[in-house]
């Protein structure tokens, strides 16, 4: 059953409860790190992106809690014939939301903000452990079309 939500950009004080939420999952429980209070370095991640126009925490809240979240980060670029492109990072739905439209609703806001934005495409990655998740992007018009790679730094 869908529940009924509201958006908005999180606060310094959202800060513990995202990290919870990204936390809460077999991959995150491996590289956060829950603490009270929190590592220094959720705060300095936290101000950059707060402190950046084109970046965005963006928060779906019901009446009275967080039930979900993702970074949403505008990208310029010179390929699309110099378009902007959406950057979707760190979605999460709280464990008690889960299965009732938030995550959907979530996406769908962001991607409304994108196209406000100016944006000509939205991207996103999702591990390749996380097959309910593919599905979920792929239900929402997303297509697997690229490889995506990374390359940690320590």
């Known amino acids: 059953?869908?529940?009924?939500?509201?958006?908005?950009?999180?606060?310094?004080?959202d800060l513990s409860v995202i990290v919870q939420?990204?936390?809460?999952?077999?991959?995150?429980?491996?590289?956060?790190?829950?603490?009270?209070?929190?590592?220094?370095s959720?705060?300095?991640?936290?101000?950059?992106?707060?402190?950046?126009?084109?970046n965005q925490l963006l928060l779906a809240c019901t009446a009275?809690?967080?039930a979900g979240v993702?970074?949403?980060?505008?990208?310029?670029?010179?390929?699309?014939?110099?378009?902007?492109?959406?950057?979707?990072?760190?979605?999460?739905?709280?464990?008690?939301?889960?299965?009732?439209?938030?995550?959907?609703a979530l996406l769908e806001k962001a991607i409304e903000l994108a196209g406000q934005h100016g944006c000509r495409l939205v991207q996103l990655t999702t591990d390749r452990q996380r097959e309910k998740a593919l599905?979920?992007?792929q239900s929402l018009g997303f297509t697997a079309s690229h490889h995506g790679m990374k390359f940690v730094l320590d």
């Open 1 to 13: 059953m869908a529940i009924s939500t509201h958006f908005r950009e999180a606060t310094v004080d």
């Open 135 to 137: 599905q979920f992007y």
């Open 21 to 40: 939420m990204l936390a809460d999952d077999p991959l995150g429980k491996q590289r956060e790190c829950l603490g009270d209070p929190l590592p220094g």
């Open 70 to 104: 993702l970074q949403l980060t505008f990208i310029p670029s010179v390929t699309h014939q110099g378009s902007w492109r959406a950057q979707i990072e760190g979605v999460r739905v709280a464990a008690g939301f889960r299965s009732r439209g938030i995550g959907r």
């Open 64 to 66: 009275d809690e967080i």
């Open 42 to 54: 959720y705060l300095k991640a936290f101000q950059a992106i707060a402190d950046d126009p084109n």
